[in-house]
């Protein structure tokens, strides 16, 4: 029976019977060929480690390294790092994924089932797998059930009771009520089974997907024109916080994680930083910005801490600082939106936001700031709420922090009077809707320094002051355009400053020292104030009398006093002076009525005539008038005199209680 095949035989071509020695031989390499693993996948089970599988083809069958060689592995060990495959004992290959990379830790996960197909040098992980994810087996099972069973042991871990499809006699089973799974490869009944019954069981074994690594994983947004693209780079777009170990459980410090994520952002060429929602993110320290880089909640910012987004400040410090420090002119863009920004309970210090300059190559600016509310919990304080300092950046054309945009932002509780928001060298400053409130703090406010060239302010809300501060004579504010409601006083010492402020409910008066910043409000300064009784020889020898009107309709701002008017609001004013006069005599030929304006500069605007001549026949009465319009600056008295001379001192004023006779009114003409 050792006999060898000397030539082909077929069953076409022989005519007799087939010797039983060349026979036996053909059966031989039949039987060879069936249990060559070269020939089909074998299934087989690692004996190895971790990243060391080790897999035998029991006898009779074998397998040598040829490639396409595949085999069918369910290992022992989930890797972590590079991996090989020693069949049979014959020594160590490595494995690669599919993209041809050496496998990263977490691909092959313990009790998984993968292809593995030798390339003529290495294993290769088959079925387009890359780092990470098993491929799925599929199990059929079936049992005869005995009376009463319940439970059933399958031929391998489904992983998930996801993965089962159960019937009993062809009627499905719905998880977790008929039947139910915990783990390994025992299935129960929930009812037991009736004898001779048919369970049928059908699953997936070792589809893992936890593990796949995103470089591997396509993604194709869908619509026409999109490209396809790894996974990674999808996520890439931007950087989360959470990627760098942000918790934002409130207690755990999340400064170094949020700070980890700002400079990988930046290190991206400036990318979006994302502060994920339902956290608040406690920080110790000040967050540092030195290129432009957007901060964004993902949009559900309220006022009340860990709902939404929110920040609590843990220190005395800073909390946002943008100084453009990074590469030389990349300063520019990004800002903040969506979020909450708390300074926690018994700690006082430091600004919400600031916008610091260097250097005209290095500074901040073209920045978004979009719904955001900085408070203090308890007894939190900021010293301010925002700061944009732009002194370090002086040459023409070139001028302080450049175009910042804010929308729907607020601040209280600081402890700088008048200061919840510093403006100190801007260029092109724009809020819409931004609202200063007093909270706990020192008395709220905005104080804007510097040499200064467009803010902007419209539907602002300021329960405070606001002060245009003069730093010196060089410093000046152009355009800038305010329109909402100041609580407190607005005071601009800045005697260049133009364009228009209107502003509404004013409760603590305007002071404005240039005629080219035009005020519109709702109460305007001016007065008017009358004699409510006779003064009786005040003039008629060329004595010049300066009117006392002892009572006054209204005084808007508090201006009237020491019988003149002192012109709170550099412009234009409209003065009106009515004398009545009493007592004229025949000798009293001349009255001077004027109006006079010192400080600044003086000038007087007079009426004269024939004080007897006017008079009327009985009684010696006269009423004489004067109005002007006048432009004043900033700080000059206004006073209503009158003078009759030729005769003795003898004319007086006429005042009466209830009627009006003599008096002054002076409006403000915006």
């Known amino acids: 029976m050792a006999g060898a095949v000397s030539g082909l035989i077929t069953f076409g071509t022989q005519n007799g019977p087939i010797a039983t020695g060349n026979l036996d031989t053909n059966f031989s390499a039949v039987q060879t060929a069936v249990n060559s693993a070269n020939s089909y996948s074998n299934y087989l089970v690692d004996t190895g480690s971790a990243n060391t599988i080790a897999v035998t083809v029991a006898s009779p069958a074998s397998a040598t390294l040829t490639a396409g060689l595949t085999l069918t592995v369910k290992v022992a060990q989930t890797n972590t790092g590079p991996t090989t495959l020693n069949l049979n004992a014959g020594g160590a290959v490595s494995v690669i994924d599919s993209f041809g990379n050496t496998l990263s830790s977490n691909t092959l996960v313990a009790g998984s089932i993968y292809n593995f197909v030798y390339n003529g040098s290495k294993w290769q992980l088959a079925g387009g797998s890359g780092s990470g994810g098993s491929l799925s087996t599929t199990y059929a099972d079936t049992f005869t059930c005995t009376a009463g069973q319940t439970a059933f042991t399958l031929s391998a871990n489904p992983n998930s009771i996801n993965n089962l499809t159960v019937s009993l006699d062809g009627a499905v089973l719905v998880a977790n009520i008929d039947y139910t799974w915990t783990g390994g490869t025992t299935l129960t009944l929930t009812t037991g089974a009736k004898v001779n019954q048919t369970l049928f069981v059908r699953y997936l074994e070792g589809f893992v997907v936890a593990n796949v690594a995103a470089t591997t994983v396509q993604y194709t947004q869908g619509g026409t024109g999109s490209v ?305 009784a006779n003064l009786p020889n005040v003039t008629g020898d060329g004595t010049v009398y300066q009117m006392a009107c002892n009572t006054t309709l209204y005084d808007t701002w508090g201006n009237w006093g020491g019988n003149s008017f002192t012109v709170p609001i550099a412009g234009k004013y409209r003065i009106k002076a009515v004398f009545a006069l009493t007592n004229v005599q025949v000798a009293n030929t001349r009255y001077d009525a004027q109006i006079l304006r010192t400080g600044s500069a003086t000038t007087s605007v007079a009426v004269v005539a024939n004080a007897y001549a006017e008079a009327t026949a009985a009684g010696g009465n006269n009423s004489v008038s004067v109005d002007c319009e006048l432009m004043c600056a900033y700080g000059d008295v206004i006073a209503p005199k009158i003078s009759v001379s030729g005769g003795a001192l003898v004319v007086s004023l006429i005042g009466a209680a209830g009627t009006i006779y003599s008096y002054c009114n002076i409006t403000y003409l915006p």
């Open 228 to 532: 396809t693209r790894t996974v990674t780079s999808k996520l890439q777009e931007s950087v989360s916080v959470k990627d760098f170990g942000a918790v934002g459980d409130g207690t755990t410090d999340d400064s170094a994680a949020i700070q980890a994520a700002i400079n990988a952002a930046i290190a991206a060429n400036n990318l979006t930083v994302v502060l994920v929602d339902g956290c608040d993110y406690k920080v110790t320290g000040t967050l540092t910005v030195t290129q432009g880089v957007m901060i964004v909640g993902q949009g559900s910012q309220g006022s009340t801490q860990a709902y939404g987004c929110s920040v609590t400040h843990y220190s005395n410090s800073d909390l946002f600082l943008w100084n453009g420090n990074g590469v030389s002119n990349k300063g520019t863009g990004g800002g903040l939106k969506n979020v909450l920004l708390l300074k926690a309970d018994t700690y006082s210090g430091g600004t919400a936001i600031k916008l610091l300059a260097t250097s005209d190559n290095f500074r901040p600016g073209e920045m978004v700031f979009e719904n955001v509310l900085a408070y203090g919990i308890g007894a939190g304080r900021w010293t301010r709420g925002l700061v944009v300092d732009g002194t370090a950046c002086n040459t023409a054309g070139a001028r302080g922090v450049r175009s910042v945009h804010m929308t729907k932002c607020r601040f209280a509780d600081v402890t700088t009077a008048g200061e919840s928001v510093l403006l100190n060298q801007v260029t092109h400053f724009y809020a819409h809707g931004l609202a200063i409130d007093t909270g706990s703090g020192a008395a709220g406010g905005i104080s804007i320094k510097g040499i200064n060239d467009g803010i902007y302010l419209n539907a602002c809300g300021i329960a405070g002051t606001m002060t245009i501060i003069a730093n010196d004579a060089s410093n000046t504010t152009n355009n800038i355009y305010v329109d909402g409601k100041i609580g407190g006083s607005f005071t601009n010492n800045d005697t260049q400053a133009n364009g228009v402020v209107t502003i509404a409910n004013n409760g603590g008066g305007i002071a404005n020292k240039s005629q080219l910043l035009k005020i519109v409000a709702d109460k305007t300064p001016g007065c008017l104030v009358y004699a409510n």
